[in-house]
Structures are given as C-alpha cells and as structure tokens.
C-alpha cells in the first residue's frame, strides 16, 4: 500500500475518532455549563497561581463559549481532515486544549492515542511522511506491550481472575447477563489469559507481514470487544486509527 | 493538581487496567434515605460506537479517584470537614456529581468507599442545587 494512501486512510479513520471525541462532549455539553459539574468557574482555581497572561487565555478558552467554540472548531477540523493538510495541526490544539480543561484528560487513554495519531498525521503531512507514520506505529506498539507487562505486576491477573473482578466494576456497567457469563471461572480465565497473551504479544505484529495481519485482525476484535462489554467507544475508533501506520511501518523498516 | 498535571495527555502511560481491584464508589444520601450508588447510566445498543453519556461518567469516575488520591496524600488524621479537603476543587466537582442525582432543593449528603474503607470520606449535610444542569 502506497504511502499517500496510508496517510488518506489514517486520515479518514483520524476523522470517525475526532469527531466522535467532539459530537460526545457536545451532547452533554450542559455539564460544562457554570451548573454544570465541570464548570469552568470551579476548574478554573486550580490554574489561580498561574500568571496573568495564562488565565486570561484559559478563562477565554476553557469557559463555557470558549470549550463549545473549541469543540465545534474541532468537529469542523475533523470533517475538513480527510481533505485539508493543514486540518490535523487545528484537530490536535482542539485535542489538547479540551483534556488540558479537564484536568489532564476527559477520556483517559483515547484521549493520548488520538493525540499520537493527529500528531502523527499531521507531522506525515508537513514533509515527513515516514517519521508521522513511524511516531504512530511505535507508540501503538508501546500502548500494548506497556499494558501488557502491567498488568503482569498484578498477581490476580497472572491467576486468571482479573477479568471477572473488571467486569463486576460498577463503573463500566456492563449488563447484569453478560457480566454474569463473562464472570464464569472458566471465561474469565480465558478472557484474562487471551488479553494477556495478546497484550505482550503485539510487537511480534513487526516481524512478518503475516504476524502484523494476524495482530491488527485479533487488535480490531480486542477493541470491539472492549466496546461492546466495557461501552469504551472511543478506544475502538482511536486505535483503529493507528493500524495503516502500524502496517505501513512494519513493511516499510522492518 | 499541579498545572503541569494537565498536560498529562502528552505523556501517555499505556498502562491500562494494571490492577485489577474495586474503584472507590461514590453513595449518596437524601435527607432520612439510605445510601444509594453512583451507577453508570444503562447501556444503550449504540454504546460500542457512541456513548456520550458512558464517557461522562467515566470522566465523573476520574473526578472521584482524583479526590481519593488527594486525600490519600493527606495526613490519615486529616477530619473529613477540614478545608484541605472540603476546599478542594475535587471535592466541590465530586458534590455537584452527587448533586444531579438528588432532587433539587432537597437536603443530601454523600460519601466514598474504597475498597479498604467504606466510609473513606462524607460530606456534611448539603442542599442540591436549585435547578439540575
């Protein structure tokens, strides 16, 4: 696959992974209103010590107009990226500044990740086509084997339980029933091992065109996964958006 | 939270669901009711591919680990009534959480169990916001 197509279709799949970031805060945008739990009038005394020049910018930004204009500038960054070079660079400010408002991220993970591919994407476009590409790859291979040798540290994980513990978690409310069978000794332990197994077992994606086929098809089915039980949308869509790097690089260097 | 914390996306961990343990949970109290959980909103049939309202719980999740580690760092003698901690912005953005689930204008308290404490920190009695955001 040519290059300029890798750099299209990252691009493309950059663009579901924005504006799906973007159209969500939009929707409950009521809770960045001054009622709201995040407003700005409460976020805002954690940058008091910071100089004046820096607050004046951050209450224009991060207040309630300035977090919906930047909101709607990156929903328009995100339409225009499949199209506009310059696009990525005005996606990835819009990115920052909204998880800087929220007190380092919104959205955890998926948050940095879209970070690494609008960076990435929009370094491709400004002339360093191999060096974007190259900046996404490794990371989406640090992103699993860092996950990978964590959760190693953790002995319920190493036993084969960690997996029915996750999805009991009130947090991500995953429906009774499928909790329940996912929860069953047996899955679980299956659940746990095969995340494991894949987890640490991604950077064998840069050996051979096969393996790296074998490894972003088991990483799709992994996120969808996760999207499905856990509700972690935007983990799916962000690292999808990392793959054609991913397959670019690992033929191209390796 | 120190402002260099908020750049904190630009430095990726990666290291997701490391431990494998409860989260601290949040429980909240009308006036003479018992103690109810901050639960994540139903889940809805598009919620693999779009779910605004999972990922604002979520980001309320963060909001409450968030007050839990700043305690921690606190000495353990630390009253859960002193302005280190109820002046926090943690704890104000943790009350309003607990605020859209109460009836406005009713009196209300809330608290946060971990796994090692099930009263880790309460608040005093409030009254909910006058309108829900």
Known sequence: MPESIVIELTAWLAAVATAVAAIELLVVHRALGDRGVFAWSVLRREVAGAPAPIRALADAIFGTRGTLVVLALQLAAAIALPIFDQAAWIALACTIAIAVRFRGTYNGGSDAMLVVVLLGLAIARSGWPRAGLAYIAAQLVLSYAIAGLAKLGDPRWRRGDAFAILVALPAYGVPARLAALLARPAIGRLGGFATLAFECGFPIALANRTACIAALAVGAAFHLGNAIVFGLDRFWWTWLAAYPALWFTARTFL | ?133
Do not use: H
Request: glycine content about 4%; some cysteine; aromatic content about 12%.
């Open chain 2, 1 to 133: 939270m120190r402002l260099i914390d908020r750049f904190r996306v630009l430095l990726p961990s990666w290291r997701f669901f490391d431990r494998a343990v409860a989260s601290p949970q949040l429980y909240i109290a009308e006036a003479g009711g018992a103690w109810q959980p901050f639960a994540a909103p139903p889940r809805r049939w598009f919620n693999w591919a779009f779910a605004p309202a999972a990922n604002l719980a979520l980001a309320y999740r963060s909001v409450i680990e968030q007050l839990v580690a700043e305690i921690s760092a606190l000495d353990p003698a630390t009253p859960d009534d002193d302005p280190a901690i109820t002046g926090s912005v943690s704890y104000e953005l943790v009350t309003r959480i607990a605020c859209e689930r109460v009836a406005p204008g009713a009196r209300f308290r809330w608290k946060v169990a971990t796994p090692d404490d099930p009263d880790f920190v309460e608040s005093a009695e409030l009254t909910a916001c006058r309108s829900r955001s």
